[in-house]
């Protein structure tokens, strides 16, 4: 005789009220956009150091280098790398 237990890992979202896959699923749209635009940000303030471009956007501070922008635009990569594994129930918890 052969008795099969299922077991439920995670617990149910009360109605109404979203899950940690929905929320994650939702993030996950917005970050390769962001990433995208840092991009753009990173490029143009490169360029704009080579003189091939107008002024840029920020002219000081922090976020007025472009190494900034580019390093925001791989940690959002990573960041959405991670969610995805996350999100397809693979390697999130290695």
Do not use: C
């Not at 920020?58 to 960041?79: E, K, P």
């Amino acid at each position: 005789m052969w008795v099969r237990i299922r077991v439920r890992l995670g617990g149910v979202a009360p109605q109404g009220e979203p899950g940690v896959g929905m929320l994650v699923s939702r993030l996950r749209r917005w970050l390769n956009p962001a990433s995208a635009v840092a991009l753009a940000l990173a490029l143009w303030r490169l360029a704009y150091e080579l003189k091939w471009t107008g002024r840029f956007a920020v002219s000081g501070g922090l976020f007025s280098h472009w190494q900034v922008w580019m390093g925001l635009a791989l940690l959002l990569l990573v960041l959405d790398t991670m969610l995805r594994r996350y999100d397809h129930g693979g390697a999130a918890t290695r």
